[in-house]
């Protein structure tokens, strides 16, 4: 069975930074794209991040570029998600989401999201 | 900044048909993936590479394109069809940047 457990959300003051994780199992990690979308309240879904199989491709919403920072450790089945200069903005469920192929594909399993406040 | 446009909401009757359009200008370049959340759930795929079916979705889902828009059609809508439509598209071969919609409530009552 898929799962994909993320860690690392809280509360925190704007210009701060935090670390989310996920923990991946029940498929081959490494043969798999990798994402981050989140949910503000009240919004839709955001697409934030993604990254392929190696790291090779990685890409950044614009809201999030150059404050964010996808990686994945493929020995460990971890994808991260290093949050900097963060803004009250952020404050949104995180969802790490699994993709259907190493490089494109859909979204096909998804966490159950942690939950990340910036508020002064 | 690239973005993908969908109607706020779509209301239909039981058995009607609902259309929910998401227009882009990246669209013609790019693969369009519908995702169906219900409240309190996850998204699912519903439609992927803009036709395809994913198995176990009913039949009544249905995907098409023309030039800067996507079109998700319910045929025969049910009451448990009632939930939020996002389109989202990737663009994989250049800065793999993606985007959502902003989502459609379809109504089904």
């Known amino acids: 069975e898929v799962q994909l457990v993320e860690s690392g959300g809280g509360s925190v003051h704007p210009g701060r930074s935090l670390r989310l994780s996920c923990a991946a199992s029940g498929f081959t990690f490494d043969n798999h794209a990798m994402n981050w979308v989140r949910k503000r309240p009240g919004k839709g879904l955001e697409w934030v991040s993604g990254i392929d199989w190696n790291g090779a491709r990685i890409g950044y919403a614009d809201s999030v570029k150059g404050r964010f920072t996808i990686s994945r450790d493929n020995d460990k089945n971890f994808l991260f998600l290093q949050m900097t200069s963060l803004r009250p903005e952020d404050t949104a469920f995180y969802y790490c989401v699994k993709k259907s192929h190493d490089y494109g594909g859909h979204f096909e399993h998804w966490g159950q999201g942690t939950l990340v406040t910036v508020s002064s | 900044s690239y973005e993908l446009t969908q109607p706020p909401s779509v209301s239909v009757s039981p058995g009607q048909t609902a259309r929910i359009t998401c227009s882009g200008d990246?669209?013609?370049?790019?693969?369009t993936y519908w995702y169906q959340q219900k409240s309190g759930q996850v998204p699912v795929v519903v439609i992927y590479?803009?036709?395809r079916r994913p198995s176990g979705i009913p039949e009544r889902f249905s995907g098409s394109t023309s030039g800067t828009m996507a079109t998700l059609t319910i045929s025969g809508a049910q009451v448990e069809d009632e939930a939020d439509y996002y389109c989202f598209s990737q663009d994989i071969t250049a800065d793999h940047r993606g985007v959502f919609g902003g989502g459609t409530k379809l109504t089904v009552l």
């Open positions: 990246g669209l013609p370049k790019t693969y």
């Open positions: 590479e803009d036709i």
